[in-house]
């Protein structure tokens, strides 16, 4: 009942069909009104959102470079502060990770970047069960909060 906005840097990834997965996003997005489909990095995104969901970012290179994606798609650091940065006060922020080590870094990054976390733990699903253990960690941006998050 709300207007979406998609994002994936790797838009362009083909699944076992041909088709890509900015065909799927632009087709699924054309279904709702107010829906947008962004072939792009989070970092071209602006406004404000009051929830954001952000399925498996990449927190390391090796991840990174094994799907392909040039090394200029790698800032973890810069990218959770563009997702902060998008959350309006009030709003909730929930990132999905794969693996304990994904997890504690995500958990490190929000540290570094004095972003607070709410909570985080392990998920599961009855739908796809996952090859490697997923955790949700949520953030809640507070309300009245006016001031950045940092790099340092």
Same mark, same amino acid.
């Given at each position: 009942? !709300?207007?979406?906005? =998609?994002?994936?840097?790797? /838009? &362009? *990834?083909?699944?076992?069909? @041909?088709? #890509? ?52 798609? !790698?800032?973890?650091? =810069?990218?959770?502060?563009? /997702? &902060? *940065?998008?959350?309006?006060? @009030?709003? #909730? ?60």
């Amino acid at each position: 009942p !709300f207007a979406w906005h =998609g994002v994936e840097v790797d /838009a &362009y *990834a083909r699944y076992w069909n @041909g088709m #890509t997965r900015a065909a799927y996003g632009r087709a699924w997005a054309a279904r709702y009104e107010g829906c947008h489909y962004h072939a792009t990095t989070l970092m071209a995104l602006t406004g404000e959102y009051d929830v954001i969901v952000w399925f498996l970012p990449f927190l390391f290179e090796d991840t990174l470079s094994a799907y392909g994606l040039p090394r200029r798609y !790698f800032d973890p650091q =810069g990218l959770l502060i563009q /997702a &902060y *940065a998008l959350l309006r006060p @009030g709003g #909730t922020l929930l990132i999905i990770n794969q693996g304990a080590a994904e997890h504690e870094e995500q958990q490190r990054l929000c540290r570094v970047a004095d972003i607070p976390w709410a909570a985080g733990s392990a998920i599961s699903s009855t739908f796809s069960p996952f090859k490697r253990p997923r955790f949700a960690l949520r953030i809640v941006k507070p309300l009245g909060y006016d001031g950045k998050a940092s790099l340092e």
